[in-house]
């Protein structure tokens, strides 16, 4: 006969948070439930790694939480696999066991969310809910920041958060530095003589052959590049070394860097610098191995105890790094999640532009002439990973200039990213990329033509495309493409004042100009999957 206990709570992937209040409370009769699902490996096709990593972390977390003497019900894919999703085995162990009570963290996906909720109204025992005491702001609080429908600024959000957690202040409440926001000095190219200085990753090895192996027998669809020694952190000392190493080595860069790409340090082995002086923290973050305080607190005090020379011998940090960091946690993650809770779900299917093409196939596999294109697709085919503007500028400006359904765009990113999950990877996704929200979270459309890539980048060198060309056959694509989107998106986007010249620069051009690019865009189109 199986164990009797009172009450199970549910602990999902995403809510690894070692510091939750529920485990200050030793209750004999309390059992834990953290379970690997098919209905979670299933819903878009992952990154094989994502899996993995988020696996791997809740194996790690179930073994952590009993080595405090919890009770804790750890269930592999294998164990799961006769069950039809979520409220199936929760309805089963609660028959099993006897459970009185049923506990669990609101999830941070509007999927889950509902589906706890739905589950829990039609049960006969008791079921409450809890916070999953992560971020700056609870869920409570979002409403007095953001409303549905409306257009929020991250700017001042995030100078709302800046003085409401003291972040960055001086004593008379201005912002340390005399200035809120240092990003005009964060747009650095790499150049030649900055490549050497880039520092390797600290790329951990955890062990994942077994989950894998799990994987494969248990038929998950997946993408990307498997890696039996995942280099992700997966449990609590693994990301706190990361963050350590992030502020001694990345952070003196951080800002300088922030936007800079580059193809040339891509050589596995030696050379594997492909995150340049990004922290690689978001997949702990979102997990919530660690939380946002601990990063921000750790950073600040790295910066501090730099100040008074207690590790004068590693390289300086400026308050723009410092700041240019911070702005990324406390500032877009917190308000990203705002956009996404105020205006789910109704946001999953905003198409502001009507975009409705396919998205080509070789976004699956990297198969492109485009250098850039092509690099950022291999490498978060490889890694799970791309920096911000790799994301923002390679991926997603293509995908806005040639208008890909925001539908296929999501999911591809929810799939190929080892942090993404919904709430996060949608505005960025939809929103800030795709413009898909009509300027729900950013100001202007993120469209780009090859002369924005050349200037953050080395990838237009090595190109079979002429960067610098808007017509003929070895025209960088982009160019013609930028046009034709600005051109025919003029009526959604010629109003902002911040796209005023680009409208000007347009008309300054003769009737046939005009023509020319637009009909080398239309050839674009018509030959995207040989790009
Ligand atoms: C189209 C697109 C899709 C994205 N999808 C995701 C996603 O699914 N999950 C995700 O965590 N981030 C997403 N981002 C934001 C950002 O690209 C990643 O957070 C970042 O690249 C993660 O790498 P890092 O940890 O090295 O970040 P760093 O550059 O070191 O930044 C530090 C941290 O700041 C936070 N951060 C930075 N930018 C953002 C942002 N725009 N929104 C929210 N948090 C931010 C992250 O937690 C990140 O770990 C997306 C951005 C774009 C443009
Ligand atoms: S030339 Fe155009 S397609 Fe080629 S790398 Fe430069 S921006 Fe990308």
Redesign the pocket.
């Given at each position: 006969m199986a164990k009797k206990y009172r009450r199970l709570r549910l602990i999902l992937g995403d809510q690894l948070n070692a510091s939750h209040s529920w485990f200050k409370d030793k209750d004999p009769e309390t059992l834990y439930l953290i379970a690997e699902l098919r209905q979670e490996t299933d819903y878009v096709v992952h990154h094989v790694q994502k899996i993995c990593a988020f696996f791997a972390a809740m194996q790690q977390f179930a073994q952590a939480l009993s080595s405090t003497g919890l009770n804790v019900l750890h269930l592999d894919l294998d164990d799961t696999q006769a069950f039809t999703g979520l409220p199936h085995l929760l309805t089963v162990l609660f028959d099993t066991h006897q459970i009185e009570q049923f506990a669990y963290q609101l999830p941070d996906e509007y999927r889950l969310r509902q589906q706890l909720a739905e589950f829990s109204a039609q049960l006969t025992i008791r079921s409450e809910s809890a916070s999953t005491e992560h971020f700056y702001l609870t869920d409570q609080e979002l409403p007095k920041y953001f409303s549905a429908g409306k257009q929020h600024r991250m700017e001042a959000f995030y100078r709302k958060m800046r003085k409401r957690f003291a972040v960055l202040i001086d004593a008379e409440g201005n912002p340390e530095g005399g200035q809120w926001n240092f990003d005009a000095n964060n747009r650095n190219k790499l150049k030649a003589d900055d490549l050497a200085a880039v520092p390797k990753p600290l790329l951990l090895a955890n062990n994942v052959s077994d989950i894998l192996a799990r994987l494969e027998r248990q038929q998950i669809k997946t993408i990307g590049q498997a890696e039996p020694n995942l280099l992700w952190p997966v449990n609590r000392q693994q990301a706190k070394q990361l963050l350590d190493y992030?502020c001694r080595y990345?952070l003196p860069n951080?800002g300088t860097f922030?936007d800079a790409m580059t193809a040339q340090l891509k050589q596995r082995g030696n050379n594997r610098q492909w995150?340049l002086?990004?922290?690689?923290?978001?997949?702990?973050?979102?997990s919530k191995i660690i939380s946002?305080q601990l990063?921000v607190d750790t950073v600040l005090a790295h910066y501090r105890a730099q100040q008074g020379q207690l590790l004068n011998a590693e390289p300086s940090i400026s308050i723009a790094q410092v700041e240019g960091?911070i702005r990324?946690?406390l500032g877009?993650?917190e308000?990203?999640?705002g956009i996404y809770w105020l205006n789910m779900p109704e946001y999953a299917s905003l198409n502001a532009l009507s975009a409705q093409r396919s998205l080509p196939s070789w976004f699956w596999n990297g198969k492109t002439k485009m250098n850039c294109l092509r690099h950022a697709i291999e490498q978060s085919l490889e890694y799970a990973?791309?920096?911000?503007?790799?994301?923002?500028m390679l991926?997603?400006n293509f995908c806005l200039l040639v208008g890909i359904d925001p539908d296929e765009?999501d999911a591809w990113?929810?799939g190929i990213?080892i942090?993404?999950?919904?709430w996060?990877?949608?505005?960025?996704?939809r929103g800030?990329?795709?413009f898909a929200d009509g300027g729900l979270v950013g100001s202007k459309a993120?469209a780009a033509s090859g002369n924005y890539v050349n200037k953050m980048s080395d990838y237009c060198g090595a190109c079979q495309y002429k960067v610098a060309k808007i017509t003929g056959s070895d025209a960088c694509p982009l160019n013609s493409l930028y046009w034709r989107f600005m051109s025919v998106n003029k009526e959604a986007l010629g109003n902002n004042p911040r796209n005023a010249m680009v409208y000007a620069n347009w008309q300054k051009k003769s009737a046939e100009q005009q023509q020319a690019i637009l009909t080398q865009a239309e050839y674009c189109l018509a030959q995207i999957e040989q790009l």
């Open positions: 992030f990345c951080f922030q995150s002086y990004h922290s690689r923290l978001s997949f702990a973050l979102n946002p990063v960091f990324q946690i877009w993650r308000f990203v999640r990973y791309a920096h911000h503007i790799q994301r923002l991926t997603g765009v990113y929810l990213y942090d993404a999950l919904e996060v990877e949608m505005p960025n996704t800030m990329s795709q993120y």
